[in-house]
């Protein structure tokens, strides 16, 4: 028992260590290559401090080893851009003046409700809010708003169609029914549902509506105070 419990101390202090040399980014926003030698560097950790007939100075090298190898790659990241960008990614941005870039979102595994749900998050509650958002490389959220845009999100909007289809759920909590909506849309030259990238409503009876390969519109349903 006492000599696990030494084990794990010099282990503890060790990675304590290791994890102060690779400094402040280490230990907040991490990049794709950062998280994964950051999950290498837990995982040998276990070993010496789990089998004690494992050499603790295995430990000790291996840990080591991954440290070098995280600054020769922080060294490559500072200085080439090109295999920064392999390395690190770079931003996506997901959302401008034309509307969801419904492109940007698929390459990062996204659809349109992950990017509301992190509008939400950040305090914006209509795609129409903000000029721009995007997702940083290290995954963290960022959306510059537009001015007043405070007036923009009286209500809260809830999506109608998401990638060319309804969600029943919602139509029937605007107390409306699908064939409501197609009207909609074909009063807006939309005649084909599954062409929407996405269709919101609000309490207010605003509408947000953007199809594939447009820049998005808003226009009023002519109803008020439903939620």
């Known amino acids: 028992m006492s000599i696990i419990l ?3 101390i010099v282990v503890f202090v060790a990675l304590l260590l290791i994890m102060r040399l690779m400094g402040k980014r280490q230990i907040g926003e ?3 290559y950062e998280l994964v030698i950051t999950l290498i560097i837990a995982d040998l950790a276990c070993i010496p401090m789990e089998d004690p007939s494992t ?8 840990i080591l080893t991954v440290y070098f ?7 490559i990241d500072l200085s080439f851009s ?7 990614g770079s931003p996506s941005i997901v959302l401008n003046k034309n509307g969801v870039d419904d492109t940007q979102l698929k390459k990062n595994n996204l ?3 992950d990017l509301i749900e992190s509008l ?8 129409d809010s903000v000029e721009y958002a995007l997702y940083e490389a290290g995954g963290s959220f960022s959306a510059l708003p537009k001015k007043n845009y405070e007036q923009k999100q009286n209500s809260l909007p809830i999506v109608i169609i998401n990638g060319g289809k309804f969600d029943m759920k919602n139509v029937t909590l605007t107390g409306k029914d699908e064939q409501y909506y197609r009207s909609v849309l074909a009063a807006q030259g939309c005649s084909n549902p599954k062409r929407v990238l996405v269709l919101t409503v609000d309490g207010e009876g605003k509408a947000y509506l953007q199809e594939k390969g447009k820049k998005y519109r808003v226009f009023e349903l002519g109803w008020e105070g439903l939620w």
């Open 111 to 113: 659809d349109v409700t």
């Open 30 to 32: 991490m990049q794709p």
């Open 6 to 8: 030494i084990r794990t």
């Open 120 to 127: 939400r998050s950040a305090g914006y509650f209509s795609l």
């Open 82 to 88: 090109s295999a920064r960008k392999f390395l690190s």
């Open 55 to 62: 050499p603790l100075l295995y430990g000790l090298v291996a």
């Open 69 to 75: 190898l995280h600054q020769t790659v922080c060294l």
